[in-house]
């Protein structure tokens, strides 16, 4: 018997080492198809190339969530399709603060997929650490997750209320003045280059100063999204590969919907409702409610595609009015 469950623990071993390995060769073509495909040379991307990256992303995340399906069990599948999902949703939010960077700083359009391939690396970086360090938190002090719940909570509630707040330009908000106080800035753009050197002295450019802003906006944006994932899954592999998956198709989308995200006027009240339903499943068992594996992903599903019918039927009656 004792054999048995150890054949039956080193096959498992083995199978999960496999699995890291496969996602790691999937990450690595998806990355080399889009620098060649997508980043070949400076130019404003095109549509149907933009709309070509963002489908085969969807299915290469669609195809390794049917494997793991395959490999790890239904559950364990719809998990990954559930963490995908959210973080997917979350991303959109992603956009517009893209957005709102790229204008501010007057970034060119043919120079911005540039400085969105390097903060996806980045962010491959800095997920990966934050989701192993919660990881730990997680398996030393289980009740953290209350946690994690408590604010998600709060951040679902608070994005819903209106914000008495203005909002301050980039270039007068005390990030983008801690960073002048760093290095030495240019305002000028200088073709695809990140760095100029003058006078004995080497600058940032926009670029650059583009891309810091990126990556921070991806930390601050991972204290919503990894408590959400946490408290779909506590399941490492499925943490991680649903959120790199959800990362690498960031770009094109960006480049997707950058004109028409402004239209999913419903979009932050369908995140708000997402964050609240997870936030509060860690309650549910307590009044004596369980929800499997495709009940959150069926409900996660339907606030989002109900948020974007809503807010797309909403722009259309204003234009026809």
């Known amino acids: 018997m004792e054999k048995l469950q150890y054949l039956f623990t080193h096959h498992t071993t083995i199978s999960q080492t496999w699995m890291w390995v496969i996602f790691g060769i999937a990450v690595i073509v998806l990355l080399l198809w889009d620098l060649l495909f997508f ?4 130019e404003v991307p095109n549509f149907m190339h933009t709309l070509i990256l963002c489908i085969v992303y969807i299915l290469a995340a669609c195809i390794f969530g049917v494997f793991v399906m395959y490999e790890e069990g239904m559950e364990k599948g719809l998990l990954f399709f559930t963490g995908f999902l959210v973080e997917k949703s979350l991303s959109l939010d992603n956009v517009f603060i893209i957005s709102l960077i790229f204008t501010s700083l007057q970034i060119p359009r043919m120079y911005q997929h540039r400085v969105l391939f390097w903060g996806i690396l980045g962010a ?10 919660g990881d730990a938190l997680i398996k030393e002090f289980h009740w953290i997750l209350y946690i994690f719940s408590a604010f998600l909570l709060y951040t679902g509630i608070k994005m819903v ?3 008495s707040e203005e909002e301050t330009p980039l270039k007068e908000t005390r990030l983008y003045k801690t960073i002048s106080k760093f290095f030495h ?6 073709g695809e280059h990140f760095f100029l050197k003058r006078n004995g002295h080497h600058y940032i450019t926009p670029l650059f100063f583009a891309l810091l802003i990126v990556e921070t906006m991806d930390v601050i944006f991972a204290l919503d999204s990894i408590p959400a994932i946490f408290l779909i899954t506590q399941d490492i592999f499925v943490i991680y590969t649903s959120n790199i998956f959800a990362i690498l198709g960031l770009r094109a989308l960006y480049f997707l919907l950058e004109a028409a995200v402004y239209r999913f006027v419903y979009l932050k009240q369908a995140l708000s409702v997402i964050l609240i339903f997870i936030g509060s499943k860690i309650f549910l068992p307590y ?3 369980k929800l499997e594996a495709w009940h959150s992903l069926s409900i996660t599903f339907s606030i989002i595609f109900i948020g974007i019918a809503a807010s797309l039927i909403s722009t259309k009656k204003k234009q026809n009015q």
Not at 39 to 42: D, E, L, V
Not at 124 to 133: A, P, Q, S, Y
Not at 185 to 190: L, M, Q
């Open 185 to 190: 800035v240019t305002h000028e753009i200088h």
């Open 287 to 289: 009044f004596g409610l």
């Open 124 to 133: 491959l970086v800095m997920r990966g650490i934050l989701i192993f360090v």
């Open 161 to 163: 209320l209106p914000s």
């Open 39 to 42: 980043n070949r040379k400076n």
